[in-house]
C-alpha cells in the first residue's frame, strides 16, 4: 500500500515538475494561455499564437457586427477548409454565457496539416479559434501544447 501511494505521489509531483510554463495572451473580450517561448502577434484584431520554429499556428479571429445565422453556421465552418464533409461532422453545444460552440476537427490532404476549430456564436458575436499543424508535427508534446493552449481560451463577456 505504500509503495503505491509513493508511486502516485511521485507521478503527480513529476507532471508537475515537468509542466509547461506559460504567460496569458489577454484582450478585452477574451484570454488565452501561452507556452513559454512561444509568440504571438496581433494583424487587425487576428491574432496568431505559434512556436518559434513556426510548425503550426492558433489563430483568433472575432467578429462583433457578423450577421451570420444560426442555421448557416455549420456550413460556414466547413466552407473555410472548402470541406466535402457532412454538416453533422460539425459538434455544436450550448456554451457558458449563452454562446454557441462549435467543434471541428479536418485534415488537408493536400497540404499535410491538422486543422482544428471551435467557433463560439451569440446573435451577431462570432469567435473563431483555430489550430493548424504539419501533419510530422502532430504528435506527443506539440499536439498536446496547442491542445492545452487551444482548450485555455475563455470568453470574458
Not at 112 to 141: D, H, M, P, R, S
Amino acid at each position: 500500500m505504500m509503495k503505491k501511494i509513493i508511486l502516485a505521489f511521485a507521478l503527480v509531483s513529476g507532471s508537475l515538475f515537468f509542466a509547461q510554463k506559460t504567460g496569458v495572451y489577454d484582450s478585452p473580450n477574451y484570454s488565452i494561455n501561452v507556452p513559454e517561448g512561444w509568440k504571438s502577434t496581433n494583424d487587425s484584431d487576428i491574432v496568431n499564437i505559434f512556436p518559434t520554429n513556426e510548425i503550426g499556428a492558433i489563430t483568433i479571429s472575432e467578429y462583433h457586427d457578423l450577421n451570420l445565422p444560426k442555421e448557416e453556421m455549420k456550413k460556414f465552418i466547413l466552407a473555410l477548409y472548402k470541406s466535402q464533409d457532412s454538416e453533422n461532422k460539425v459538434k455544436e453545444n450550448k456554451s457558458k454565457k449563452g454562446y454557441t460552440e462549435y467543434f471541428y476537427e479536418y485534415f488537408d490532404e493536400k497540404e499535410k496539416l491538422f486543422w482544428v476549430t471551435k467557433a463560439f456564436q451569440k446573435e451577431k458575436i462570432l469567435y473563431l479559434v483555430t489550430i493548424n499543424c504539419g501533419q510530422k508535427f502532430w504528435n506527443g508534446n506539440y499536439m498536446t501544447l496547442f491542445n492545452e493552449t487551444f482548450n485555455s481560451f475563455k470568453i470574458k463577456k
